[in-house]
């Protein structure tokens, strides 16, 4: 009997051990595999999202490119943007198309793009200082430094002071000593434009003058030819056919070094004012949180359609000179003229 219930007693230590025995290897095992599982699902969904990254960039672009132009087809802003579109839709393969929204010098434009889906799809070009004064003076309804920088094609152009071929005026010193006796008049295009700005430069080193705002840069330069006024400010691209002409002198350009169109005319920061510079830019603005990979494509899609030799010609032809800039680049150029035009936004007329 006794000896019935020491057996049955062994029997059941004997389970018992044996299922703790399991039940830690269990544990045992269960601990060992729990990390390795959560390395390995974290491993597979940082590659999942790798994929899915990569398979965003494959898509772009997914459709047409639009490029919004401030200004009407025809001029120089508009010739800028329309030079790069064949090789551009080359590069991309997709179709690349050029609008046209005229108004308020760009700023209908501008509000358009900022208020657009920022999936890369639509662009804007208009140069700059231009968008910049458009913003501070014209009261534009956007944000200048929210735009996202793509790809800037053109500089080394800026405004030039030109005077009829008779004038006794050689320099800027003789301009600012015959303003100190004379009332001068001065032709620009426009008020809230990079002419303006030019007029300003010369009223802050001391060029007293009334300045007279014109339609357009044919216009103000014509009548300097007429001497109509007295001088004027006018953009490289409007002075130059009738500086080659002869019938008007380049005495000074705004431009932070010498134009290569204007070599013989010194620039007002080399003749001591050394915050008087500026360069026109034009290139291409994509709507505010476009994201950096969308960016990165459209600007190296632009960088080699720019190595095309069809650009090279076509720039030629309107008369632009190349200067490539990227991103970075593009926005520390940006960044800069927007302090400079702030500063001075109080120095507009704005009637």
């Not at 969904?45 to 025809?74: L, R, Y």
């Not at 380049?250 to 010498?258: G, L, P, S």
Request: glycine residues 8%; negative net charge.
């Amino acid at each position: 009997m006794h000896l019935k219930i020491v057996f049955r007693l062994c029997i059941i230590l004997a389970l018992s051990i044996l299922l703790s025995a399991c039940g830690q290897t269990t544990d045992d095992t269960a601990s060992s595999e729990t990390p390795s599982s959560q390395d390995e699902n974290e491993a597979n969904n940082e590659e999942e999202q790798e994929q899915e990254e990569e398979g965003n960039n494959d898509s772009f672009p997914e459709k047409e490119i639009t490029i919004i132009v401030g200004n009407s087809a025809g001029g120089s802003t508009d010739m800028s943007a329309r030079s790069i579109v064949e090789p551009l839709e080359e590069v991309l393969e997709v179709p690349v198309v050029v609008e046209n929204v005229e108004g308020a010098g760009g700023n209908i434009a501008a509000g358009q793009v900022y208020n657009e889906e920022p999936d890369g799809h639509t662009l804007l070009t208009i140069p700059i200082p231009s968008m910049i004064i458009g913003e501070l003076i014209a009261d534009g309804d956007f944000n200048t430094l929210d735009f996202e920088p793509v790809f800037n094609m053109f500089g080394d152009t800026s405004n030039v002071v030109i005077v009829p071929p008779d004038s006794p005026i050689e320099t800027i010193d003789d301009l600012i000593e015959a303003s100190e006796s004379q009332n001068l008049k001065a032709s620009g295009s426009g008020l809230g434009t990079n002419s303006a700005l030019g007029s300003i430069f010369l009223e802050e080193i001391g060029v007293k003058h009334e300045y007279v705002p014109f339609d357009g840069g044919s216009e103000s330069v014509q009548q300097v030819a007429g001497e109509h006024v007295d001088f004027g400010v006018a953009s490289q691209v409007a002075a130059e056919s009738a500086a080659e002409e002869g019938l008007v002198r380049v005495i000074a350009t705004t431009a932070n070094e010498r134009l290569s169109s204007f070599p013989d005319a010194p620039t007002l920061v080399e003749s001591g004012f050394e915050d008087f510079g500026f360069e026109i830019l034009y290139g291409f603005w994509a709507p505010p949180e476009t994201p950096n990979d969308v960016i990165d494509t459209l600007s190296e899609a632009m960088l080699e359609a720019s190595e095309n030799p069809a650009f090279s010609e076509a720039a030629e032809r309107a008369g632009f000179n190349e200067q490539i800039l990227m991103p970075d680049e593009f926005k520390a150029q940006r960044d800069k003229t927007y302090e400079m035009v702030e500063k001075l936004q109080d120095k507009f007329s704005t009637e």
